[in-house]
């Protein structure tokens, strides 16, 4: 959405004060993140008709000395009464876990985008299966869905037998 990038970017960012902050220290690094919100009250002022608010989110992080900024620009339909800033850093926070543990995955260790199946149910099906494997690994204590893939194609038998010892016999 290059139009839409290019209109949130130039609100005056500057002029707009904090919303909320936070502050995190582990894995050997701080993180900062800081959120700046603004009502759009101009109409037709966003691409996007039904945006009730630009929000900012900027991210810097600094790892053994380090330090790298990242921004990301959002909008959302919902009023300032129902989305204060605090409230837009928690949902933000919590879609981009979503897309570090399914996402990522499916995109790096599957290399979805990569994928030719581009007609019919095969994106789909080829979608079930890809969250089929991952949510079995991951019932079964997985953390690296990539070292137990290589495991599972080394160890195919392993996988079979698991998935069909739960099922009685019929005859």
């Given at each position: 959405q290059p139009t839409l990038f290019a209109q949130l970017k130039a609100v005056p960012w500057a002029q707009i004060p904090v919303g909320d902050r936070t502050r995190d220290r582990g894995h050997g690094r701080t993180e900062t993140r800081t959120v700046k919100a603004v009502t759009l009250h101009t109409p037709g002022g966003i691409a996007f008709t039904h945006a009730q608010q630009a929000v900012r989110i900027t991210r810097t992080r600094t790892t053994g000395g380090k330090t790298s900024r990242e921004t990301a620009y959002l909008i959302t339909s919902l009023p300032a009464a129902d989305a204060q800033p605090a409230d837009l850093q928690k949902w933000a926070r919590a879609e981009w876990l979503i897309e570090n543990q399914v996402h990522n995955v499916r995109d790096v260790t599957f290399r979805?985008?990569?994928?030719?199946?581009?007609?019919?149910?095969?994106?789909?099906?080829?979608?079930?299966?890809?969250?089929?494997?991952?949510?079995?690994?991951?019932?079964?204590?997985?953390?690296?869905?990539?070292?137990?893939?290589?495991?599972?194609?080394?160890?195919s038998h392993d996988l079979i037998t698991a998935v069909t010892s739960s099922y009685p016999r019929t005859q």
């Open positions: 979805e985008d990569l994928h030719q199946a581009r007609t019919g149910t095969g994106p789909a099906i080829m979608a079930t299966l890809r969250n089929t494997a991952i949510g079995w690994h991951r019932i079964h204590g997985e953390a690296n869905i990539a070292r137990a893939n290589r495991r599972a194609d080394r160890r």
